[in-house]
């Protein structure tokens, strides 16, 4: 191993938690924020409260998970974590995205239209996204052994050279 990649792991360690921070908080106080959002008080109000979510997704909460997707995409390199609980991970993790694509939808609707926006249920919006956190925090402190999954052997160690298909020479 390289001198220099134990100092780059842990700078793209510390980037990705960092990230994920902002990112996995960002989900869970923006569906509270989008239930502020109400026709009925006052238009300064709603601008206000408008523009906070608005903010709020798109200058800290996008950004955080593209940081957190591309440091986490380095590590698995860094780290060469090819495991099983690191593929059940990745599943959760398009779950979370799935989640912010859901609040964003969301945020733009009461931007869009404010008179007859419907925001989805907040418990329901909070759990679309909390519930792929907590299996993620699972996986990740746990590291459980998940081998009788059946994962071909090139996907455990992509390194061995050999591809389940043939590349042209």
């Not at 099983?84 to 869009?112: D, I, N, R, S």
């Not at 418990?123 to 052994?145: E, M, R, S, Y």
Request: hydrophobic share 55%.
């Amino acid at each position: 191993m390289s001198d220099w990649i134990p100092g780059l792991t842990a700078l793209f360690k510390s980037a990705h938690i960092a990230a994920l921070l902002l990112w996995c908080g960002g989900l869970l106080a923006l569906p509270l924020m989008l239930s502020r959002h109400d026709p009925a008080i006052t238009p300064d109000d709603y601008r206000r409260i408008r523009r906070a979510t608005h903010t709020t997704y798109a200058i800290v909460v996008t950004p955080a998970a593209v940081v957190a997707v591309v440091a986490g995409t380095w590590l698995i390199f860094l780290r060469e974590v090819f495991v099983p609980w690191f593929y059940a991970k990745l599943v959760f993790v398009g779950l979370l995205a799935a989640a912010h694509a859901w609040v964003g939808h969301q945020v733009v609707q009461v931007a869009e239209k404010p008179d007859s926006h419907h925001v989805a249920p907040v418990i329901l919006t909070i759990a679309a996204a909390f519930l792929p956190i907590l299996t993620i925090l699972f996986l990740v402190l746990g590291k459980p052994d998940l081998g009788g999954i059946g994962l071909p052997d090139w996907l455990l160690s992509p390194r061995n050279g050999q591809l389940p298909f043939d590349v042209p020479k």
